[in-house]
């Protein structure tokens, strides 16, 4: 494949692409047969790929998102994405329908019910020559989804000879972290991201030296570790490093995980050392958690430099 000279996207993210549907101010969970009034409800784009496609765009990257949705839902992705300036170019349209996620908040948990529709096409996606041109044309490709083994091993090497670097967040798949098979992958990207559940999850143990001995014995390249409002802390190069996010107001830590992902490509995509560009993805984290949703507060460089002067240069 020849490499192009100026590659036209940052970053391409590929994963499942879902239509949320967010219910909250119930009065009780509902018996069999009964009906509850919810006081507020939003509907948004949702999935690991869509936040962390907004996030980088929002940071100002050149962004393409891939990944399929039903036809219907055509013009309100197009004109959502829009908004953050993420390219639409990626994305293919079936029949199936888009990938739906209803959430249901009460006061102290929240319930999902997840019909994947035109997901169950991604592997197949994958397999297809221009799809994998498009995901080459991007200086950074981000795995927002369990990437099997079978396709990493088609994939990644493509992607290496074309020159992109690579990272992925598989999100909370049991089935993939502890198949020892997926190591080859995690060692095979350039970033590595699991959040404190599924790292443990991929290493057998819960403590974060369990984790950092499991990251270095395996031979990854560099991995990280989110762990919610303690921060995240970074192995790369055999060296560890640790940060911890700014105070903020949290209302709604859905997508921090995501945010933080963007923050960190953010960071890589200016060579930025990992320790260093651990800040960028806490702040980006952090700020997400500050409003409903996963969207709403991504930040802006402005926000993002001003934030990361007061918070780690004093
Ligand atoms: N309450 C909080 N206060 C400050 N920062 C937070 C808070 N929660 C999350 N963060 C930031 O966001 C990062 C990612 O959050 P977390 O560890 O919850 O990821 P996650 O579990 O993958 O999230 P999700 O999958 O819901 O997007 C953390 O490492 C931290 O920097
Ligand atoms: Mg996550």
């Known amino acids: ?55 980088l765009s929002r940071l100002g990257r050149r962004v393409r998102l891939v990944g399929l949705i039903g036809d219907a839902d055509f013009d309100w992705f197009e004109h959502r994405l829009s908004e953050f300036g993420v390219g639409i170019g990626g994305i293919r349209l079936e029949h199936d329908g888009t990938g739906i996620t209803v959430s249901v908040s009460m006061r102290d948990d929240r319930t999902f019910f997840t019909y994947p529709g035109a997901n169950r096409g991604l592997a197949e996606l994958l397999t297809v020559p221009a799809v994998i041109s498009d995901l080459a044309a991007a200086r950074h490709v981000h795995f927002a989804m369990p990437l099997s083994r079978e396709l990493a091993t088609g994939i990644l090497p493509v992607l290496r000879a074309a020159g992109c670097s690579t990272s992925i967040d598989v999100g909370h798949s049991p089935e993939w972290l502890r198949d020892t098979a997926n190591i080859a992958t995690c060692r095979e990207v350039d970033l590595f991201l699991p959040n404190a559940a599924e790292a443990a999850l991929a290493c057998g143990e819960t403590s974060v030296e369990a984790y950092v001995a499991w990251v270095l014995d395996n031979g990854l390249a560099r991995a990280v570790l989110k762990r919610g409002a303690e921060g995240a802390l970074a192995i790369a190069g055999g060296v560890l490093s640790s940060v911890a996010p700014p105070m903020v107001d949290a209302v709604d830590t859905t997508g921090a995980g995501d945010a933080f992902n963007a923050g960190l490509i953010d960071g890589w995509l200016d060579d930025e050392p990992l320790g260093r560009a651990l800040e960028r993805a806490c702040i980006c984290g952090a700020l997400c958690s500050t409003a409903p949703g996963a969207l709403e507060a991504l930040p802006h460089p402005p926000q993002l430099r001003t934030l990361r002067e007061q918070t780690y240069r004093s």
């Open 1 to 55: 494949m020849a490499i192009p000279h100026v590659k036209p996207w940052d970053v391409a993210v590929v994963g499942e692409i879902f239509a949320d549907h967010v219910f909250t101010g119930f009065p009780h969970w509902p018996r069999p047969g009964e009906e509850v009034i919810a006081q507020g409800y939003v509907r948004e784009l949702g999935g690991g790929s869509v936040n962390t496609a907004c996030g």
